[in-house]
């Protein structure tokens, strides 16, 4: 029987979006830039279901009966390979799943990649997006390595800033919980969008951080991607708190890998911070300062981990029968 399997990387947003434009087509309400990283893996096989008459999803090994996320995929994709079968699709993750570390993007994207191929379907990178964007609004950056904007004014094209060795940073994930959100992204972009009294400016300076951060990157400028991204940050983790009800994903591990952040800003270490919906505290620092920052994480918080990754590549299929 013909397995298919496929790898893509998580990516992390610099300029977020929070809200969508579009809930049933799940698109989202602005543009968005991120970075894909490496060592961070969403696997993916698929293969004919012969066994049951209905696509099956097992996630690290355990059955989902939730297949809203890749249903949707799954039938724009059928319209390509003109067949209506059944798939099993396996997908394992070598981090912790649905807790703020892009998961789903990642997943969305490794699954996509692997359906491609198993139909030998040769898509287009617009069709690849809108495939991904059905089921994560963030997978389609995955599909992209290095640094990526996703142009919701230019029917969400996903294109790349910089090429992952044009500018060697390293990115530190601090692991502070490997709880599931109690409140998932999609829904809590719905109460933002319909509670918060922000939310509108949330919106209207998505183009001056969109682009504030494509100089930054494009010039290599840690400083400046510095002060637009931890803007950008701050200003989405308040809309969600100025929602009804108050959605605040960090926790006190959070707070005191901030607080560590700033002291080792203050002793002349050149890093910054993002932090997605999710406790999980992501640090883009000068490679020069990577172990004594995460040593530092490590030493004088409670994190439970903190991931070393560099910039990652596009997804691609690792075995083929």
């Known amino acids: 029987m013909k397995e298919t399997v496929a790898i893509a990387h998580p990516n992390f947003a610099l300029v977020k979006y929070w809200g969508k434009r579009n809930s049933n087509q799940n698109r989202p309400a602005m543009s968005s830039i991120s970075v894909t990283v490496d060592t961070m893996i969403s696997t993916t096989k698929i293969f004919k279901n012969t066994q049951l008459n209905q696509h099956q999803l097992f996630i690290n ?3 989902e009966s939730d297949l809203s996320k890749i249903l949707p995929p799954l039938e724009y994709l059928s319209e390509f390979s003109r067949t209506d079968e059944n798939l099993v699709i396996e997908s394992q993750n070598n981090f912790p799943t649905s807790s703020g570390l892009a998961s789903s993007a990642s997943g969305i994207a490794s699954l996509v990649t692997a359906y491609e191929a198993h139909y030998d379907l040769c898509l287009d990178i617009n069709h690849k997006v809108e495939a991904c964007m059905l089921g994560s609004g963030s997978a389609p950056r995955s599909l992209i390595g290095g640094f990526v904007l ?3 004014k230019n029917n969400y094209r996903c294109s790349q800033i910089l090429k992952e060795p044009e500018w060697p940073i390293d990115v530190l994930i601090c692991i502070t919980s490997k709880d599931p959100k109690e409140i998932s992204s999609r829904e809590g972009m719905e109460i933002s969008k319909k509670t918060s009294p922000i939310y509108q400016d949330w919106l209207d300076i998505n183009d001056k951080h ?11 400028d840690m400083a400046g991607l510095e002060n637009v991204t931890e803007e950008n940050c701050k200003l989405m983790h308040k809309v969600m708190k100025t929602s009804n009800p108050s959605i605040s994903y960090m926790t006190d591990v959070t707070h005191s890998c901030l607080a560590e952040i ?3 800003r203050s ?4 890093l910054f911070y993002t932090i997605d919906a ?3 505290v992501k640090i883009i620092c000068d490679p ?3 172990e004594i920052i995460r040593d530092t994480i490590i030493d004088k918080t409670s994190v439970i981990d903190v991931v070393y990754a560099g910039l990652g590549g596009p997804p691609r ?3 083929e029968d």
């Not at 002793?267 to 050149?270: A, P, R």
């Open 278 to 280: 999710g406790p999980q």
């Open 210 to 220: 969109i682009n504030l951060a494509m100089n930054a990157i494009k010039d290599k």
């Open 288 to 290: 020069k300062s990577t």
């Open 267 to 270: 002793s002349g270490h050149s």
């Open 61 to 63: 090994g355990i059955e």
């Open 262 to 264: 700033e002291n080792l």
């Open 150 to 152: 996703m142009d919701h």
């Open 317 to 319: 299929i690792i075995d």
